[in-house]
């Protein structure tokens, strides 16, 4: 299927930081909106989207040879909220989706708007990274998350194929300033930000997280072309893997941030097949996602066949 061989080639390991090489790893939509700051220039917008884009499909995050087609889909989108000089306040909205086997729909793999991205940048100026030292939150964080993706995207095809882009991930967090006082973003004793969604992915505590990214895609969605009620099964089998995190600490971000991103999809795949399956279904959902409940209840009312 569409990047197994990449998957495999996981195990040679990865280039730490190769800036200004020619990449294959994202097809990355990267967009720069800035409606609600004040005046009319808009070229240091536009010329901001320019370095990014660059950034981020031009900078070869690691050996893997992969293909043009294989290219991992993904968005970012930065609206920027405000800005003094050379300094922005802007949110990014991510989306990394993944396509399924034997058809031509892409799940989404994760879906999130990070709300603290604070960054300084000069018009021109060079997108320079490592991810072992801190060079500039703008870097930083967008280096972060191409790691977040490429780590969730390798996880959904190979149990924890993903070790090493998470392990990156963790490092380029670790290297980023502590703010005391301020919530940037990076912050160890923040709740919901990027230094805790990291934290939580890499905490063996919660790697059955880690397996439900392999559960669902490759064991659930990924046959559901040839044989629906096995991937249904595959896939209320990984919903009882939340279920059991969610026991373990209700208030993991990551596991809110899994539950929102797949929740419609859920919903949708469980509105069809056996009613003894769906029912299981709605009651894992339920319990982990109360304040949805009565969508559950509602997929339930589709006659299903």
Not at 87 to 109: C, G, H, M, Q
Not at 227 to 255: D, K, T, W
Not at 269 to 298: C, H, L, T, W
């Amino acid at each position: 299927m569409k990047r197994a061989l990449s998957v495999i080639l996981i195990l040679f390991g990865i280039l730490m930081t190769a800036n200004g090489l020619k990449a294959q790893e994202l097809q990355c939509n990267v967009r720069v909106t800035s409606n609600k700051v004040e005046g009319s220039d808009k070229t240091i917008y536009q010329n901001l989207q320019t370095a990014i884009n660059e950034f981020i499909n031009n900078t070869k995050f690691t050996d893997i040879n992969i293909k043009t087609a294989e290219r991992i889909e993904c968005s970012m989108l930065v609206d920027v909220k405000s800005r003094e000089g050379d300094y922005f306040s802007a949110e990014i909205n991510l989306a990394l989706r993944r396509p399924v086997y034997k058809s031509n729909y892409n799940t989404p793999l994760f879906n999130y708007i990070d709300r603290k991205f604070f960054f300084e940048y000069t018009d021109g100026q060079a997108l320079d990274f490592n991810p072992n030292t801190y060079i500039t939150n703008i870097t930083s964080t967008l280096g972060f998350y191409v790691y977040l993706f490429l780590g969730m995207e390798f996880d959904s095809f190979s149990p924890n194929g993903g070790d090493p882009f998470f392990a990156i991930a963790e490092t380029i967090a670790n290297a980023a300033p502590q703010e005391a006082g301020t919530e940037n973003g990076w912050n160890s004793t923040g709740r919901q930000n990027r230094y805790a969604i990291i934290s939580e992915i890499n905490n063996q505590t919660y790697q059955p997280l880690r397996q439900f990214m392999y559960d669902y895609h490759r064991r659930g969605l990924d046959v559901m072309a040839e044989h629906p009620e096995q991937g249904r099964e595959a896939i209320l089998e990984a919903l009882a893997q939340l279920q059991g995190v969610y026991e373990r600490n209700s208030m993991c971000y990551f596991l809110q941030l899994l539950i929102e991103s797949k929740r419609d999809e859920i919903i949708q795949i469980f509105s069809q097949g056996e009613q003894k399956i769906r029912v299981e279904a709605s009651n894992i959902m339920k319990r982990i996602d109360p304040s949805q409940s009565s969508r559950y209840d509602a997929m339930l009312q589709n006659p299903g066949y």
